[in-house]
């Protein structure tokens, strides 16, 4: 039995020590996030022939009930994506006549996952990383519901996996589990998995023509129809499809962004949640093109044997594109930062930049959450010996790359003075990853954003787990168990007790509070006032919450 198949399992017995969320109070059940309240012997898992079913337009769908909360998992919400479907528009599912067994994640989309477990030891104790089954049938979306076929309308959160747009799945780590957040807060969670990589951002539009004209954008065309699949069946799964929140992480942070200016998806969600990756630009349709080019020479093919690329197995196909695009960036001393497999601005499907030089018109009535972690990439977690570097080995680490930048150069000295001056009870290494941190591109979309009506809502997570002697720092995706209400889940991330529980609760309630209102306050954080750029108002996120005004303001300058 493969790895993450044990972790589903343990992850249900470890539920169902975490229950009892929907009779009481949210302030109340967050006290406890996932801990038990309930009879040790009470039944906890409920499934049969007759337990969980509800209807799709393509046919019955059976979960089971965990805990008082509905799953289903890897309802099809696209057909498969092989074969004359690569590199196409996604397709209906093939309707189904028989009840669908919705009781397993659905594939992860094609990605290079080896060695992910027995390559990272490090990685894979402090993420635990779910993959399974890898296949172009991916095209799959989970629902986690308090009850079904009851006519009541909850808020809708659709949670976009992060992962880059080349990797990741829907319950990659266990704090993308919807069940507390859906119980706690009587609300529907969806989570999608959805093509990536050579296979979802190949650009084959200036080789091929017309018929191939929307293989750069397909992975985020995927994610159109999973919220058109919401819109036209969560009702029957508890949910409104009037009240959808889009939301995501890192790579998924990029894709809510994406999304935003995609006139496709207009009017099939109604607020955003950015995490750690924000995106205000889009690839370049010249340079995406040029990758397409690359890839049919390096096939040895014309424009008029490109179908053949649909023949090929997937990991051929990766090889072959990977190849290509390496030698691409060889001959035209692209740098690596410079793009790859990623959605691109083509003029129809993204007509234009997200959020550059402006904000697009097509979320212009989008209230947006957008949240960093403090310390996000460099703490020396595994590298214990670099919390006592000196500072003056911090610019050589800044010259060529910084987290999230291209490097800085000739800068590098005066941007490490700079945070030293604002920061001067930070360690150089928290330096170097205050640098890396993805504040900078935070407040450009903010800023953008906020010339809109809607309001924008900005925070900054800086809570500090104590593991690992302390290094971790408020990493490159920590933040995401505390808003879903899986801190004890994800008890890696956070050591698990009170603290990270009691500061959950009141960011789930916020998160809460914005699916249903599109205002996050009044869930249990301090008065969280609306981003200006004039201001920079924040909600810190630690033990103690409270409101600041843009504290880094002064070291991002000399970021330029």
């Given at each position: 039995?493969?790895?993450?198949?044990?972790?589903?399992?343990?992850?249900?017995?470890?539920?169902?020590?975490?229950?009892?969320?929907?009779?009481?109070?949210?302030?109340?059940?967050?006290?406890?996030?996932?801990?038990?309240?309930?009879?040790?012997?009470?039944?906890?898992?409920?499934?049969?022939?007759?337990?969980?079913?509800?209807?799709?337009?393509?046919?019955?769908?059976?979960?089971?009930?965990?805990?008082?909360?509905?799953?289903?998992?890897?309802?099809?919400?696209?057909?498969?994506?092989?074969?004359?479907?690569?590199?196409?528009?996604?397709?209906?599912?093939?309707?189904?006549?028989?009840?669908?067994?919705?009781?397993?994640?659905?594939?992860?989309?094609?990605?290079i996952i080896d060695g992910k477990y027995s390559n990272n030891a490090f990685g894979a104790f402090r993420d635990h990383w779910n993959y399974d089954d890898v296949s172009e049938d991916c095209l799959r979306i989970n629902v986690f519901t308090p009850e079904i076929n009851d006519n009541t309308k909850r808020p809708v959160l659709v949670w976009m996996h992060g992962g880059g747009y080349t990797a990741g799945n829907g319950i990659e780590h266990d704090g993308y589990n919807g069940e507390n957040l859906a119980r706690s807060g009587d609300v529907v969670f969806c989570s999608v998995n959805h093509r990536l990589g050579p296979l979802g951002f190949s650009n084959f539009a200036g080789v091929a023509g017309e018929k191939y004209k929307a293989s750069g954008n397909v992975g985020m065309l995927d994610l159109v129809a999973a919220l058109e699949w919401v819109n036209k069946n969560i009702e029957n799964f508890g949910g409104d499809p009037g009240n959808v929140t889009i939301m995501g992480q890192s790579g998924g942070g990029a894709k809510v962004c994406t999304i935003s200016a995609m006139p496709a998806a207009k009017g099939l969600f109604h607020k955003a949640v950015v995490l750690s990756g924000t995106a205000s630009k889009s690839g370049d349709k010249d340079y995406s093109e040029k990758i397409g080019a690359y890839i049919l020479k390096e096939a040895g093919l014309n424009a008029s044997q490109i179908d053949k690329l649909q023949e090929l197995p997937w990991k051929e196909y990766y090889a072959l594109a990977n190849r290509a695009i390496t030698k691409l960036k060889a001959e035209t001393g692209a740098s690596g930062v410079t793009g790859g497999f990623s959605p691109v601005m083509d003029g129809e499907i993204i007509p234009q930049h997200p959020y550059y030089p402006e904000a697009n018109p097509y979320a212009a009535d989008i209230p947006m959450m957008i949240c960093?972690?403090?310390?996000?990439?460099?703490?020396?977690?595994?590298?214990?010996?670099?919390?006592?570097?000196?500072?003056?080995?911090?610019?050589?680490?800044?010259?060529?790359?910084a987290g999230f930048s291209a490097g800085f150069g000739d800068k590098s000295e005066s941007v490490v003075e700079a945070y030293a001056k604002v920061f001067p009870d930070k360690s150089p290494i928290e330096i170097y990853s205050l640098i890396s941190s993805n504040r900078k591109n935070t407040v450009l979309v903010a800023n953008a954003k906020s010339k809109q009506a809607p309001p924008v809502y900005v925070a900054w997570f800086g809570w500090q787990p104590p593991l690992f002697n302390n290094l971790m720092g408020a990493f490159h995706c920590l933040d995401i168990c505390f808003w879903f209400l899986n801190?004890?889940?994800?008890?890696?991330?956070?050591?698990?007790?009170s603290k990270p529980r009691t500061l959950s609760s009141k960011m789930a309630g916020a998160l809460l509070q914005f699916m249903k209102k599109g205002d996050p306050n009044g869930g249990g954080l301090p008065q969280w006032d609306v981003y200006t750029p004039e201001k920079g108002e924040l909600m810190y996120l630690d033990n103690v919450c409270e409101l600041q005004n843009d504290p880094d303001r002064e070291a991002r300058k000399s970021l330029g």
């Open positions: 039995m493969k790895a993450s198949r044990r972790n589903f399992f343990q992850t249900m017995g470890a539920g169902a020590l975490g229950v009892g969320f929907s009779t009481i109070p949210l302030t109340a059940a967050c006290n406890s996030n996932n801990q038990s309240s309930t009879e040790e012997d009470e039944q906890n898992l409920f499934i049969g022939e007759e337990i969980a079913i509800t209807n799709t337009e393509y046919g019955k769908v059976r979960g089971y009930i965990l805990n008082k909360v509905y799953h289903f998992l890897g309802i099809p919400y696209g057909a498969p994506t092989s074969g004359t479907n690569r590199f196409m528009p996604p397709q209906k599912p093939k309707p189904w006549d028989n009840t669908f067994p919705a009781l397993y994640w659905g594939n992860s989309a094609p990605q960093s972690t403090v310390n996000e990439l460099g703490m020396p977690w595994t590298n214990p010996e670099l919390s006592n570097i000196s500072i003056d080995k911090i610019p050589n680490m800044i010259r060529n790359r801190t004890e889940r994800m008890i890696t991330h956070t050591g698990g007790g």
